[in-house]
């Protein structure tokens, strides 16, 4: 492991710490009872300086509704962020998570995806997906395809894809090296996520 990793170990939060924070963040977003997310000029000055602790790493969706910082209620330099459309991982995005929970020593990687997801409606419904957005279906299209023949059909079968991706990303997550030897060692926790774009409330998936 990265010397860096170890030196950041004795300073991190627990997991269970690190995933109350952003239950208690998400709480204060669906009430609208905002914390000051430290955004200051001295933040921005510690950060450059001493250099970047995120409590954790978030793997979620482009989407321009699903902002983890708001969402959890956050300032700069505590979330480590990896956005794709679908959620999906591939080798850039899982490289990214491996800094984050490695190297910068984050000890929670929550994966979320989220309610009404384009990503997902695109693979489900079909039909031809242009330039490299085939990229994006093809990563989805297993997971669609197995809830369809468990019998999940209309907007049941829309719901059913978005649960299974992030689980299914999960998996893919947990087959990395580097994150089987930290889960295995108690320094890293995964989880999974739903947002909610119409209430803003994360629900949170067990693995």
Do not use: W
């Not at 933040?43 to 978030?58: E, T, Y």
């Not at 708001?70 to 979330?79: A, C, R, W, Y």
């Not at 031809?128 to 395809?145: C, L, N, S």
């Amino acid at each position: 492991m990265a010397d860096l990793h170890h030196q950041n170990e004795s300073s991190r939060i627990s997991a269970t710490e690190a995933l109350k924070k952003l239950i208690e963040g998400n709480r204060r977003y669906v009430a609208g009872q905002f914390a000051d997310a430290d955004l200051s000029a001295s933040r921005r000055s510690d950060l450059r300086s001493n250099g970047q602790q995120p409590f954790a790493v978030v793997l979620t969706c482009s989407d321009s509704r699903v902002p983890p910082e708001h969402i959890f209620n956050q300032g700069l330099g505590d979330l480590f962020v990896i956005r794709v459309a679908g959620n999906v991982i591939d080798d850039v995005s899982l490289g990214s998570i491996e800094y984050g929970v490695e190297h910068l020593g984050s000890p929670l990687l929550l994966i979320l995806g989220h309610d009404y997801c384009g990503a997902v409606k695109a693979t489900v419904d079909g039909g031809e997906a242009p330039g490299k957005i085939g990229a994006i279906v093809d990563r989805i299209q297993p997971t669609a395809t197995a809830v369809r023949q468990s019998g999940a059909s209309g907007d049941e079968l829309y719901r059913k894809v978005e649960d299974q991706n992030i689980l299914a990303v999960i998996k893919e997550i947990q087959a990395s090296p580097i994150i089987k030897h930290l889960v295995e060692h108690g320094q890293l926790t995964l989880v999974g996520g739903k947002y909610h774009l119409d209430s803003g409330e994360v629900t949170f998936i067990e693995i």
